[in-house]
Nanobody, 120 residues
């Protein structure tokens, strides 16, 4: 059993910053890619940022230069530093992790989501 626990969401004014954290725990051998997605009301879930176990990162064009993804492999934790937030960043943010379980098989896991609201 693997759990992803997210924290760090909240309400912030435009131009402000937030830092999201997501920690994976349970029957984990290792983690491959970890990333963040978001879903705004009435819209499809979209990739915000992702980080492979080798350190390769990719970002949605809308957040490049403002958001930074990082991870601590020893803690199976991924972070998303969000700066210069805009009202259009308002969404529920979900953590995703490709986890190698102790049976050496990869499974796709999602966090419960954390609300980020940016006021204008």
């Amino acid at each position: 059993q693997v759990q992803l626990v997210e924290s760090g969401g909240g309400l912030v004014q435009a131009g402000g910053s937030l830092r999201l954290s997501c920690a994976a725990s349970g029957s984990i051998f290792s983690t491959n890619a970890m990333g963040w997605y978001r879903q705004a009301p009435g819209k499809q879930r979209e990739l915000v940022a992702a980080n492979t176990s080798g350190g390769t990162t990719n970002y949605a064009d809308s957040v490049k230069g403002r958001f930074t993804i990082s991870r601590d492999n020893a803690k199976n934790t991924v972070y998303l530093q969000m700066n210069s937030l805009k009202p259009e960043d308002t969404a529920v943010y979900y953590c995703n992790a490709k986890v190698i379980s102790i049976n050496r098989r990869e499974y796709d896991h999602w966090g419960q989501g954390t609300q980020v609201t940016v006021s204008s």
